[in-house]
């Protein structure tokens, strides 16, 4: 075991756990944030994505050693205590079917508007390529990302 300290959602926090520990389950297990979801294990699904240092992550395979003393951000973190506009389009487009895989969508997209604000469906396509979604909503997520696009830059749903 060892103590590590990062920022997760703005919030510096300390842990301490054995060095190879993911930082998935630091997240859900030791800090109790359950909105980041365990998807494969392996790194294939990207349903554990987060941003470490603003860059989506797979949570599932990021060690805590890794990712200590960086600025974490998961789904809660995105936009604590309100519904964002991408979280918002996400529910206008009906996107989710299970749900499972809609975080890690979701914070790829948002990386995505962080560094693209008018992503063509090629750009949103290459931005989530490694994200798989069993219910196969792939329409729904480029709609509910360029109706995020558009809401960001009009400044709706802030």
């Known amino acids: 075991m060892a103590v590590y300290t990062l920022t997760v959602n703005g919030v510096r926090r300390t842990v301490d756990v054995s060095p190879d520990t ?8 030791t800090l109790g944030l359950t909105g980041t979801k365990y ?20 949570s ?42 809609q975080s890690g969508q979701i914070m790829a997209a948002a990386a995505l508007l962080a560094t693209t604000p008018a992503p063509t469906d090629a750009e949103i396509d290459g931005a989530l390529s490694s994200h798989i979604c069993r219910c196969g909503t792939y329409e729904r997520i480029r709609r509910a990302i360029h109706r995020a696009a558009d809401g960001t830059r009009t400044g709706a749903g802030r």
Do not use: F, M
């Open 39 to 58: 998807g494969c294990g392996i790194g294939a699904c990207s349903a554990c994505a987060v941003h470490v240092e603003g860059a989506p992550t797979r």
């Open 60 to 101: 599932c395979r990021t060690t805590i050693a890794s990712a200590a003393g960086k600025r974490v951000t998961t789904i809660e973190g995105l936009s604590p205590g309100k519904v964002n506009v991408l979280q918002q389009a996400w529910i206008d487009e009906e996107v989710p079917q299970c749900g499972y895989c």
């Open 22 to 29: 993911p930082l998935l389950w630091v997240l859900r297990d």
